[in-house]
T-cell receptor
Framework: DQQVKQNSPSLSVQEGRISILNCDYT??????FLWYKKYPAEGPTFLIS?????DKNEDGRFTVFLNKSAKHLSLHIVPSQPGDSAVYFC??????????FGQGTRLTINP | DADVTQTPRNRITKTGKRIMLECSQT?????MYWYRQDPGLGLRLIYY???????NKGEISDGYSVSRQAQAKFSLSLESAIPNQTALYFC????????????????FGPGTRLTVL
């Protein structure tokens, strides 16, 4: 039973445009959400996070939006750059502080 | 220098063999984790340890065991490897946070690609 779902295995976006990656969760006890980025042959690296007391968190070109009523979060990348091409994982945490990951979305930025 | 290192980076083994994957960290974190990544399934937690004397099973611990030899070292063992344990394995660490406060960010090693024939 997948508690965190990323329903798009892949996404292709033109350089300079906005990339929107989506994530849904089912466990209402999750109260902290993170996005990780993974390049081939490397481990995932932390990108941005959001607490459930907020609905938006911004860091440079990256913004995460949280809609608790819909149990949905999204990562916006504006403008998209070729170096953003990677696999993106969303993850969720509750008071146990363990992370539950989604399946990942492969983002390709086309020149 | 990498803060979280994993050895070996690649390993091919045969069914029934015992294999150990090792993880070391220089971040000074108390908490360490082992995950496996499979295509279409994301990362799944195998075992985790919140300090040297604390070991906990994760979502998919069957067929695996771990040892926390020191704060900086956390090893994952497959006692008798089977082909469906072919995967990418990641070690991760995290800190406790200020005054025991909540920190959720985990720092990952580069991964070990394991193939069981």
């Amino acid at each position: 039973d997948q508690q965190v779902k990323q329903n798009s295995p892949s996404l292709s976006v033109q350089e300079g445009r906005i990339s929107i990656l989506n994530c849904d969760y089912t466990n209402s006890m999750f109260d902290y959400f993170l996005w990780y980025k993974k390049y081939p042959a490397e481990g995932p690296t932390f990108l941005i996070s959001i607490s459930s007391i907020k609905d938006k968190n911004e860091d440079g070109r990256f913004t995460v939006f949280l809609n608790k009523s819909a149990k949905h979060l999204s990562l916006h990348i504006v403008p998209s750059q070729p170096g953003d091409s990677a696999v993106y994982f969303c993850a969720a945490s509750d008071s146990s502080q363990k992370l539950v990951f989604g399946q990942g979305t492969r983002l390709t930025i086309n020149p | 220098d990498a803060d979280v290192t994993q050895t070996p980076r690649n390993r091919i083994t045969k069914t029934g063999k015992r294999i150990m994957l090792e993880c070391s960290q220089t971040k000074g974190h108390d908490r360490m984790y082992w995950y496996r990544q499979d295509p279409g399934l994301g990362l799944r937690l195998i075992y985790y340890s919140f300090d040297v004397k604390d070991i906990n099973k994760g979502e998919i611990s069957d067929g695996y065991s771990v040892s926390r030899q020191a704060q900086a070292k956390f090893s994952l063992s497959l006692e008798s490897a089977i082909p469906n344990q072919t995967a990418l394995y990641f070690c991760a660490t995290s800190d406790l946070g200020l005054a025991g406060g909540r920190i959720n960010e985990q720092f990952f090693g580069p991964g070990t690609r394991l193939t069981v024939l």
